[in-house]
């Protein structure tokens, strides 16, 4: 079995752990973070403000779903019946479940049983799995260019701040520690990937844990960082392919053994579709020992997304 950690958070990942978890000899544990506040789940945290943000699990453990009904039921998002108070959020199945597993008992269940659960019912290859980088809550915290500071991932994913404003520190308050069984995949591991994902929303916090630095440091694992596709609006304006790597290698307190880059821009019609959000393709100016240019581009579905066999292959034949 080739040892493969996935480092990721939001949906960036999912095509990516996907089309790892279809081949052979691969054993994946993908890590997000927790530090979401953000989105649908967000009214849950409001009103249970004990519970940790598990939608980033939720994708993760979806993503290796071998039970196709369960991971669109996980999936599945309300919004068809306006005034329902599930509809006017647009909470999906799977924040319910998450919140509802968290709160039904006392003591409470804990969280990795409550991921093993979900694993078993999602019907998981028994060798994969998902272990979150950390399993406390803390806000992600940020401080602009001008010296603004910025608390809570969601105000980092939708910016009300002037987006082209660069982001130059990151934290958490409070401080989290590392999950202990994550430093234990990486320390096994064999190659460890980062990204794709939104740079300071998905993927930053996951170095921002105690401890995580360092495992990166130690590893023996060599670490590949996936470069995103596009651009983000209040995240990564204007940034080519050395502004995420400088950003992930300080973070990760790592060199990059390597740096996998799209090598196909997307048709004039796709783009267009990211205007309105005012993201670009990301102009890949690396070039050097470990940089891997390849066409990952996949837009079947309309939008641009790194294509899932192709990352996949790509990755495993990263392994000596």
């Known amino acids: 079995m080739k040892k493969i950690v996935v480092i990721c958070g939001g949906s960036g990942a999912l095509t990516e ?20 506040s953000g989105g649908a789940q967000a009214v849950f945290l409001e009103h249970y403000p004990e519970s940790v943000a598990m ?95 910025i608390r809570g991932e969601t105000h980092v994913d939708v910016p009300k701040h002037d987006g082209r404003l660069r982001i130059v520190d990151a934290w958490l308050e409070p401080p989290a520690e590392m999950n202990e069984y ?15 994902g939104d740079l ?30 596009m651009t983000k609006y209040g995240e990564t304006t204007d940034f080519k392919a050395s502004d995420f790597l400088a950003v992930v290698t300080r973070y990760a307190s790592r060199t990059m053994d390597f740096v996998i880059c799209n090598s196909v821009e997307p048709s004039r019609k796709v783009g267009e579709l990211y205007e309105e959000e005012r993201a ?12 891997i240019k390849a066409d990952l581009l996949d837009t079947t579905s309309g939008t641009a997304r790194h294509h ?9 034949s990263l392994i000596g």
């Not at 921002?208 to 060599?222: D, F």
């Not at 670009?280 to 940089?291: K, Q, T, Y």
């Open 17 to 36: 752990l996907r089309g790892l978890s279809e081949l052979p000899d691969v054993e994946i544990t993908a890590m997000p973070n927790t530090f979401d």
């Open 55 to 149: 939608a980033d699990v939720d994708k993760c453990l979806v993503a290796l779903a071998q039970d196709p009904l369960q991971a669109r039921l996980h999936r599945f998002r309300f919004g068809k019946a306006p005034g329902d108070g599930l509809s006017d959020h647009r909470q999906t199945v799977g924040n319910i479940i998450w919140i509802a597993l968290q709160n039904m008992e006392e003591p409470r269940v804990p969280l990795r049983t409550a991921i093993a659960h979900l694993a078993k019912k999602l019907d998981l290859k028994p060798w994969h799995r998902v272990e979150p980088i950390a399993i406390q809550r803390a806000d992600l915290c940020v401080r602009l260019e001008n010296g603004t500071e």
């Open 182 to 196: 994550a430093l234990e995949a990486i320390r096994n591991a064999e190659l460890i990937v980062i990204g794709p």
């Open 200 to 229: 300071y929303s998905s993927l930053v916090p996951c170095f921002l844990p105690q401890g995580v630095s360092e495992a990166l440091g130690s590893t023996k694992a060599k670490i590949a960082y996936v470069v995103n596709l």
């Open 280 to 291: 670009i393709p990301v102009e890949n100016d690396l070039s050097g020992e470990g940089v």
């Open 308 to 316: 899932s066999r192709r990352l996949a292959s790509l990755l495993v």
